[in-house]
């Protein structure tokens, strides 16, 4: 059994086959990641292939931990775009490739940075998952809209800052015109100096969920509570390395009445996510997604496997 101890916060976790070289190396697929719950499961994990569970991935966080989506995953997506336009990247592809060493059918992703940096395009196609295009438009190296187009459904996310570039609002709609429905989810961010303080989430305009922070000894955003008429309805925990850098997303478990991980991480020695343990809630099972870089710091492979240690497949990535 593998164990873990952070600030003895979380202990036993019933999760076999951990390796130490499988610890040591974690990240997420921000090039294929487009802000989306967190609800992956074994059976789909064995059944979809690489490019999908990437994308299943990513699905997996956006309507998750509100501190880590709008703020830390948020900060760290305007950073690589930085890195992009640092390096005069004008294009970005990937291959994806089965755990045999074969093509995956029917994907294709590209990347296009336009107009001098102020418009991002990518556009996906997966045999499974049909095709999607997102336009990301920024400003002041920020991003302020991201318009994304897939299956007949429109979402467009759109984020204000203030003066010293901390999010101060995101407001979301999506659009379904198969169903004919609409939906919208409005985020207002409220701060205490430079740390955010507390969130409220708006649906729909009428349904509200306030979202509270709590800053552990080292400053840092250390919880996260959810409320909705008075009662606590989700409780997130934070835990960070000495060096400030963010390495457990932990909640309470309902099942096993004890303090369970949703997602691990670690970091290379340039301070980029090297790999990312994702552990679906209610279960013993888990993938692990382990990341490459070249000497710019851009990423150039992710490496998926399962909780025995099993390569799932591979996304490479070049640039020009």
Not at 46 to 63: D, E, G, H, R, Y
Not at 170 to 188: A, F, N, P
Not at 246 to 266: M, S
Request: with cysteine.
């Amino acid at each position: 059994m593998f164990i873990i101890s952070i600030k003895n916060s979380y202990h036993q976790l019933p999760y076999s086959n951990f390796t130490k070289n499988t610890q040591l190396i974690l990240g997420s697929n921000i090039y294929l990641a487009a802000h989306l719950p967190l609800m992956m499961n074994q059976r789909i994990i064995m059944q979809k292939s690489i490019a999908v569970l990437t994308f299943l991935f990513i699905f997996c966080i956006a309507k998750a931990q509100y501190y880590y989506n709008d703020i830390v995953d948020l900060r760290a997506s305007n950073n690589i775009y930085l890195n992009l336009k640092k390096n005069n990247i004008r294009e970005v592809s990937a291959t994806s490739m089965e755990s045999d060493n074969t093509p995956t059918q029917g994907f294709v992703f590209s990347k296009t940075i336009k107009n001098n940096g102020a418009l991002v395009v990518t556009h996906t196609e997966m045999e499974a998952g049909g095709v999607s295009d997102d336009n990301d438009s920024y400003a002041n190296n920020l991003l302020v809209r991201s318009s994304d187009s897939a299956d007949k459904v429109l979402t467009t996310v759109e984020y204000t800052y203030d003066n010293e570039g901390k999010i101060l609002q995101v407001q979301t709609q999506t659009d379904d015109t198969t169903m004919k429905g609409h939906s919208s989810e409005l985020h207002k961010w409220f701060y205490n100096g430079n740390t955010p303080d507390s969130m409220i989430k708006i649906k729909d305009k009428t349904d509200s969920t306030i979202i509270r922070f709590k800053k552990d000894e080292n400053e840092n955003i250390g919880e996260e509570l959810w409320m909705k008429k008075g009662k606590a309805i989700e409780h997130y925990y934070y835990y960070y390395n000495d060096k400030g850098q963010l390495t457990d997303i932990v909640r309470f478990n309902d099942k096993a009445q004890q303090l369970l991980p949703d997602f691990l991480f670690e970091y290379n020695d340039i301070g980029l996510i090297s790999m990312l343990t994702q552990i679906p809630q209610g279960s013993s099972d888990y993938v692990i997604w382990q990341y490459v870089y070249d000497e710019r710091g851009l990423k150039i492979k992710d490496v998926l496997f399962n909780k025995q240690n099993e390569l799932l497949g591979t996304v490479n990535y070049s640039y020009r």
